[in-house]
């Protein structure tokens, strides 16, 4: 089992920022694949973004390119979503998400493919 507690959304304005970060704990950290995932009101569920286990590939979904970058610290059991340029269209809950793997090279971007989520983090951009 892994336990995924994810931390830092809020209320920001229109081109601000934020730092999401999610804690893993419970299985080893760096045979995980770490995603984030967001909920928008009414929406299904979406890929944001997504890395491997050794951080040497990460993938995005297009409409946070150039704006989002993922990271993790293996020391820390964590990962990060820094957010810049923030707009109102990313507004959402923001979840946390993690599957094992045996491989290095391996990202995921679809939901069915990760077996355990966090319980999520509320992301508001005013405009």
């Known amino acids: 089992q892994v336990q995924l507690v994810e931390s830092g959304g809020g209320l920001v304005q229109t081109g601000g920022s934020l730092r999401l970060s999610c804690a893993a704990s419970g299985r080893t950290f760096r045979a995980l694949i770490m995603g984030w995932f967001r909920q928008a009101p009414g929406k299904e569920r979406e890929f944001v973004a997504v890395i491997s286990t050794s951080a040497a590939l990460t993938d995005y979904t297009d409409s946070v390119k150039g704006r989002f970058t993922i990271s993790r610290d293996n020391a820390k059991n964590t990962i990060y979503l820094q957010m810049n340029s923030l707009r109102p269209e990313d507004t959402a809950v923001y979840y946390c998400?993690?599957?094992?793997?045996?491989?290095?090279?391996?990202?995921?971007?679809?939901?069915?493919?990760?077996?355990?989520w966090g319980q999520g983090t509320q992301v508001t951009v005013s405009s």
């Open positions: 998400a993690a599957a094992g793997t045996l491989y290095a090279s391996a990202v995921y971007t679809t939901s069915r493919d990760y077996e355990y």
